[in-house]
């Protein structure tokens, strides 16, 4: 499976942003597609996570009540959406997919999200 990311940018605090992840090929029901982002200098953290088939979702208790994970599964994509953004959000931002939470062994390029204050 290849992902590709998108919907990255530059916004003020306080702004929304909605990032996309679409995988080709295809996504077993059991997988587990993430979201995990690296600040400059910082090691690449978990985000939010959401399982392909049963649609329940995880998240980091920095974006709990800001952020939301969803996929669609017709266009076998997976959806962030950012909201209330803080500068501590900038980052850049992966998708990723695998066998469990946690597990991944795929990898989508990175977009780069910057918040402004």
């Known amino acids: 499976v290849q992902l590709q990311a998108s919907g990255g940018g530059l916004v003020q605090a306080g702004s929304s942003l909605r990032l996309s992840c679409t995988a080709s090929?295809?996504?077993?029901?059991?997988?587990?597609l993430h979201w995990f982002r690296q600040a400059p200098g910082k090691e690449r953290d978990f985000v939010a996570a959401?399982?392909?088939?049963?649609?329940?979702?995880n998240y980091a208790d920095s974006v709990k009540e800001r952020f939301t994970i969803s996929r669609d599964k017709a266009e076998n994509t997976v959806y962030l959406q950012m909201n209330s953004l803080k500068s501590e959000d900038t980052a850049v931002y992966f998708c990723?997919?695998?066998?469990?939470?946690?597990?991944?062994?795929?990898w989508g390029q990175g977009t780069q999200v910057t918040v402004s204050s």
């Open positions: 959401i399982r392909w088939g049963a649609g329940t979702t």
């Open positions: 990723a997919q695998g066998p469990g939470l946690g597990d991944t062994n795929s």
């Open positions: 090929g295809r996504i077993f029901s059991s997988h587990v």
